[in-house]
């Protein structure tokens, strides 16, 4: 189940960045300032969340993170869900994000939800990995999973 973020999630999502991003975690300014603009989704086992800005008909899927123990469990695919959800509601027609192009589960998942590639930033990560930027527009024909969000 997904639930939105509140401030009281604040120590959650530190900790989860620090544990799913090390070194290239956002510090707890930005992600306090995501859940008072009410941009956070969190996992109600509190073992990922995902952020999500609509401004106007786009949304910016900034984060999903999940801890190892939960990966391959569908979690990533629930945040996501939700994230588009919250987005269509919101009058996205369209969602843009970054994923490391050596991040193959990540890849998978957004290619298996629509989104195709529309661009490439070499050597954008502090890895040397790349960032591929992908879209998906018609947000709203996301298939329900039960997925609930608050």
């Known amino acids: ?6 401030a009281a999630d604040l120590a959650l999502l530190v900790d989860l960045e620090s544990r799913c991003f090390g070194s290239a975690s956002w510090g707890s300014g930005l992600l306090e300032a995501a859940l008072t603009a009410d941009q956070v989704l969190v996992t109600t086992a509190g ?3 995902a952020i999500v800005r ?5 949304a910016d899927l900034d984060r999903i993170a999940v801890l190892d123990e939960s990966r391959r469990r569908g979690v990533g695919s ?12 919101q009058g996205a027609t369209r969602v843009l994000l970054e994923v490391a192009d050596d991040n193959a ?16 930033r070499p050597g954008y990560y502090p890895s040397g990995a790349a960032a591929i930027v ?17």
């Not at 609509?54 to 786009?58: I, M, S, W």
Request: without cysteine; hydrophobic residues 45%.
């Open 78 to 89: 629930m945040l996501l869900e939700a994230a588009l959800d919250r987005a269509a509601r």
């Open 54 to 58: 609509v401004v106007a008909d786009t």
């Open 105 to 120: 589960a990540a890849v998978r998942l957004y290619d298996r939800e629509g989104f195709v590639e529309i661009h490439r």
């Open 1 to 6: 189940m997904i639930r939105a973020g509140t």
């Open 47 to 49: 073992d990922g969340y």
């Open 134 to 150: 992908m879209e998906r527009v018609e947000v709203a024909d996301s298939p329900p999973h039960g997925t609930v969000v608050a």
